[in-house]
């Protein structure tokens, strides 16, 4: 059985948001904060071990949000490169597990977590989202799957892995990735608020 006490929350905040255009996508605003701390609030009351956010070029300061930063110095290397970073941190914490989320979707809930770790089954453990048709982000993989999740290498991410574990269907509005600016401005239209941020 896992637990959020016995996890590590690793945040994956490196991107180059090269679909955004050359602004610190994470720190947009979107409501009352910026994009990336909504899914920090969203999960702020989660148990976890500990929390690490992989971090490149944003101004947000993750570390007073209790996040232990971990800088990628290369986010070209992709995604992958991010994660060994946060990998690595959560087996020098002696976690059981890792839960991956992207700091770039904002309308994850707790709730959806927890439903997450009720659909774990121990060292093994492999459990993505899904929107019913595509698995993906967050994803929790148990102790066993580290070295694997070490191995990968570009922007593919946990991609191949994910594909074979299970799957947690929830809304595809609370799995929206911003990915461009386009993302953001729908998702601002969606609350009424078209003109947020300008």
């Known amino acids: 059985m896992l637990t959020p006490e016995r996890t590590a929350l690793i945040l994956l905040a490196a991107g180059r948001s090269l679909r955004f255009t ?45 996040y232990r930063v971990e800088p990628s110095l290369d986010p070209s290397l992709g995604q992958a490169r991010s994660l060994c970073h946060g990998v690595s941190a959560a087996k020098a914490a002696g976690a059981d597990a890792v839960l991956v989320a992207l700091a770039d979707m904002p309308r994850v809930t707790a709730a959806h977590i927890y439903r997450m770790f009720d659909a774990a089954d121990g060292a093994d453990t492999i459990v993505a989202s899904s929107d019913g048709v595509q698995p993906g982000p967050p994803a929790l993989f148990g102790r066993n799957l580290f070295d694997a999740l070490l191995d990968l290498k570009g922007d593919e ?25 386009e993302d953001l401005h729908k998702l601002r239209a969606l609350y009424g608020l078209p003109t947020d941020g300008k």
């Open 22 to 66: 050359d602004a610190d996508k994470l720190a947009e605003p979107f409501l009352d904060k910026p994009l990336a701390y909504h899914l920090v609030t969203a999960l702020e009351n989660v148990p976890f071990l500990t929390r690490i956010a992989v971090v490149s070029a944003t101004s947000l300061d993750f570390a007073a949000l209790g």
């Open 157 to 181: 991410g946990g991609r191949e892995l994910i594909k074979r574990g299970h799957h947690v269907v929830t809304s595809p509005a609370e799995l929206v990735d911003v990915d461009t600016r």
